[in-house]
């Protein structure tokens, strides 16, 4: 009879914990993505993202003006290539992150240009090279923190 209280509670206190751990995480994974951060996308001349914090706590862009942008292509994601300047140009440096407070905003503009470094002119300035993108399927890869968190990534497709 001892032995069988023993068990009883030994297998409460076992179950009642993994409960509880399994409620946290899952608190968690519903904090994480679109819940935090969400990304308009207004396509016209040229295309702002707007990146909306619906937290109440600040949110970090890592690397905002480095605009990671794929096209889908052959059932692949392929990395587009856009410069944050022109090559060889003394631009400034690019902030490593931005904060957006919260229920705040912050838009990123792209050209719906693909850049590209090009060859050497004679006085060893490589070219800058420009092609508008093709109609398709795109998306845009945020990276961001909020508060002590590690980081998260969003896409948002888009079609242009």
């Not at 993202?49 to 994601?77: A, C, D, H, T, V």
């Not at 931005?98 to 050209?111: G, N």
């Not at 420009?130 to 968190?149: A, D, L």
């Amino acid at each position: 009879m001892k032995n069988t209280l023993y068990l009883f509670v030994f297998f409460l206190v076992l179950f009642s914990g993994c409960k509880s751990s399994q409620e946290i995480s899952e608190q968690k994974d519903q904090q994480s993505g679109k819940d935090l951060l969400d990304i308009v996308v207004v396509n016209n001349e040229i295309i702002n993202f707007q990146l909306i914090n619906n937290s109440s706590r600040p949110i970090k862009i890592q690397m905002p003006e480095k605009l990671y942008i794929e096209k889908f292509n052959n059932g692949n994601w392929n990395k587009l290539r856009i410069l944050p300047c022109p090559c060889d140009a003394p631009c400034a440096r690019m902030e490593e992150q931005i904060e957006i407070p919260a229920t705040e905003k912050h838009v990123l503009s792209w050209d719906k240009n693909e850049s590209w470094c090009g060859s050497r002119n004679e006085k060893g300035i490589r070219e800058t090279l420009i092609k508008k993108v093709e109609s398709g399927r795109y998306r845009i890869r945020i990276n961001f923190k909020n508060e002590g968190e590690k980081t998260s990534v969003l896409y948002k497709e888009f079609q242009i």
